[in-house]
Structures are given as C-alpha cells and as structure tokens.
C-alpha cells in the first residue's frame, strides 16, 4: 500500500480554506494534521474517506473507501443496538456473517468486558468511544482517520482513550486529525501544523509514542505547538 | 401512579354527579340529555346488542386497519427503496392526501354495499396515509453519522434499509400509527352512519331515531372507551419500543 499525498488546494466551491497543501501520509505509524477549528480538517477526513462534501482538493484521488477506517467525534453508534452488535454493525452492512466471539474478545480489550448487551444510552460518552475504537479494530482496514475522536470527553477520559488508541493502534497507518496540541504531541509520530496558506511539518520530541504528558520535552514541544498554531490563525485573521 | 388513577377517578366521579345534579334539578326530559343513572341503565339492559354491534364494528376496524397497515408499509418501503417509483408516486400521494376521506363515505356505500366491505375499505383509507406517509418520513430521516456508516461499510440499498433505516424509522412508524389508530373508530362510526345494516355506529343512529336517547349515549360511552383503549394499547407498544433504546 503507497503513502497518502495531497497537494493543491482544498476549495470549498470557488473559496480556498487552505492553500499549497503538501502533505505525506507515510505507512505505519501516527501522522497528526493539527490545525484551528473552522479550517476544514473534516472536510479533509470526509475526503480522504471518500464521503461526501462540498469541499474539493486538487488531482487528490481518494484512496479505495473500503480500505479506510474513520474514527469520528460522533462515534456513529446505533442507539437501538448493543456493544457488541455496535462493534459488528460494519461488516454486517458489508454482507459479511459476524463473529461475535472476535467483536467480544475486542470489547474486552478496549476495557467494555461485561458490557456486550449494553445499549449506548446507558454507556458514558468515554465509554460509546470505546465501542467505536472496538469497531474499527474489528473492521480491521488498512488506514485509520481519526477526526477528532476524543474531543468531546473530559481531560482524564481523554487522556485514557489516547492512551488506549495507541496501544490498540499501534504499527498502523494512523491520520490523526486534531485541533489540540497536547493530543499530537503524545500521539504522533509526524505532525503538520494547518493553516490557511498550507501545511506545515513539526518535529516532535524523541520519545516514542504514547508520549509521557508530565515529561518537560513533551511539555515544551507542546507550547512551541500551541505557539505555531496560534500564530498561524493569528495571520490569517485580517488586519 | 396511584395518586394519578385517584386523582382521574375523583375527576370522573365529580363530573358524573354535577352531570346527575344537572339533570335532576333542572328536569331535563330523558330524551334530551339522559342523566348517568339512566345510561348507566341502558347500558346493562341492553348489552347484549351493545356488545354484538360492538364486536361487528370491532371486527370490520381491524381488518380496515390490517389492511391500511400492510399497504402503507408496502408503499413506504417501495418509495424507499426505488427511485423511480417515488418520483412517479410522490405527487399522487400528495393528491390523494388532499381529499378528506370521510366525504367519500356515501360514494363508498354506493359502491361497496351496506355491508362491511365499504366500512373495512373506509378504514383503510384512512389509516392507509398516515402510515405510509409517517413510514417513509422514518426511513429517509437516517441521521448523517448513519448514513456515513453505510457508505463507509459499502452497504448495499437493501443492507441499509434492514440494518439502518428501518430500525431508525420505528419511532416515525408509531407515530403514524397513533394517528391512524386515532381517525379508524371515526372512520367506522361514519361509515355505519352513512348506510349499514349493524354495528356500534348503526345502533347509535337507530337509538336516536327511536327516541331512546339513553341508548345512544350508551353507545357513544362505549365507542369512547373502545377508541381510548384503542389508542392506549398503540401507545403502550410504543412506548415499549422506546424503552428498548436504553
């Protein structure tokens, strides 16, 4: 499987969000697009999962939709159904017979043992995440977008779910799509800063991912992102 | 819940004796409005023939209301489903909707009779629209997550209806069959009205021919309690459904 690349300009009809992109995805391994919200960065998730919207990114040909997983802040849970049907809902809307000894053995891994027959009503917000995180793992594609999965969830859930995305995920092809720092800076592997006039790689501290939050150098790097994406919606704001 | 049940049965009860009073001491003749007493009367002395035209008008009802039911859920998923089919009967839906259903009752009779055929078909009508209408609402309301999901999991059509749409569109569906279930008693009382031989709606008319006034009201008290139970028992199915959310 060849890296994801995108280039040119991701237009919402005749207006740029943002210009001279030149992004590469490489295979293997978390590559965070950190950028303010309001940008687009769904727009670009929806893209590179082939779903549909009005925004449009120059000559990028979408990779084969069934070789991408999204992960996003919604979870896409049915409300009728249980954990477990939740976590097998893909492959049966695919035609394929489901294993639910495979999707219970996930929920357990993902900390929702003993709670299959749960409907997503009486699951906290952190706890529907993980059914999603176990739906992923049980669709089992090539490449993973996360759209801002966690953003929703309190500091010490979140922190928890990253925690467990990276176990779970890792050696994969990951897109991590945020707009908080801290999240890249623990998560990934490679970074792009987004802004309206491109993207913009970061170098990210030595220490491999999952990143000690309380670690000065994953502290530092984090304000000097922070820093970079404040002064990069600071620009584009007219004067 | 008891303190409700208290509550609604003192409510009766006090309505039902100002009504008696009313009666009473005004002297109103029996032909004009029966007190309580006197109907409760009617009721007991004649509930044999209360019971059998009940139980025709009954009967009649759910056959209409099957039949609505299995043509409304038929249209909505066909319009679901093909394209084509919506575009060419959406704006016959939509004519047809317009047309206030009980002013075809005569032409009905005409047509099919005194007997229960027209009362059934009336019924169907009426509860036909609701349905399909409040169905098919259901099944093209998926959320956008869900509709996301089918596409991401390259879900057939028929895939996404059976695991998606359809279990989306319940609430939609009960809704439209409390509204059916609402208009069928209705449909049926106007239909006997207009021509037939038996049932609740005929004997109502008759009692009033008959001056027999108390018998009348018997007959409304009954068609009352037949539409409320009626109702209820949709709303508790709905409302069991509902529950199967959480």
Known sequence: MSQITFQGDLRLGARALISGLDVTIPTQGWTALLGASGLGKTSLARLIAGLPTPARLDGFIPPDPMTIGLMSQDGQLLPWATALDNVTIGARLAGKPPDPARARELLSRVGLAGRENTRPAALSAGQRQRVALARVLYDDRAIIVLDEPFSALDVLTRQRMQDLAAKLLKGRTVILITHDPAEAVRLAERAYVLHERGATPVALPPEIPPRDATNPETLTAQAALLQRLASASEASIPA | ?246
């Open chain 2, 1 to 246: 819940m008891t303190n409700r049940l208290f509550r609604t049965v003192l409510t009766l009860l006090t309505v039902l004796a100002l009504w008696q009073a009313l009666v009473t001491l005004a002297e109103i003749p029996r032909f004009i409005l029966p007190g309580p007493l006197d109907v409760a009367e009617a009721l007991w002395s004649n509930r044999a023939i209360l019971a059998e035209n009940t139980a025709f008008s009954a009967l009649n009802l759910a056959q209409g209301l099957a039949l609505g039911l299995v043509l409304g859920i038929e249209t909505a998923l066909l319009l679901a489903l093909s394209d084509r089919a919506r575009r060419a009967l959406r704006p016959v839906l939509v004519f047809a909707q317009a047309v206030p259903v009980f002013a075809l009752a005569p032409v009905l009779t005409l047509w099919l009779g005194f007997g229960a055929l027209s009362k059934i078909v009336m019924v169907a009508l009426v509860t036909y629209f609701p349905i399909a209408s409040a169905l098919f609402d259901g099944l093209m309301r998926l959320p956008q997550p869900l509709e996301d999901l089918a596409r991401q999991s390259g879900a057939s059509r028929w895939r996404s209806l059976i695991y998606l749409r359809l279990p989306n569109a319940k609430p939609a569906f009960f809704s439209g069959l409390r509204l059916a279930v609402t208009y069928a008693p209705l449909a049926i009382i106007i239909g006997e009205w207009v021509g037939a031989s038996k049932g609740l709606g005929h004997l109502m008319l008759l009692a009033n021919g008959r001056g027999q006034t108390p018998l009348m009201f018997a007959s409304l008290i009954v068609l009352a309690i037949f539409s409320l139970a009626l109702w209820l028992a949709v709303d508790a199915l709905a409302r069991r459904e509902d529950r199967s959310l959480s």
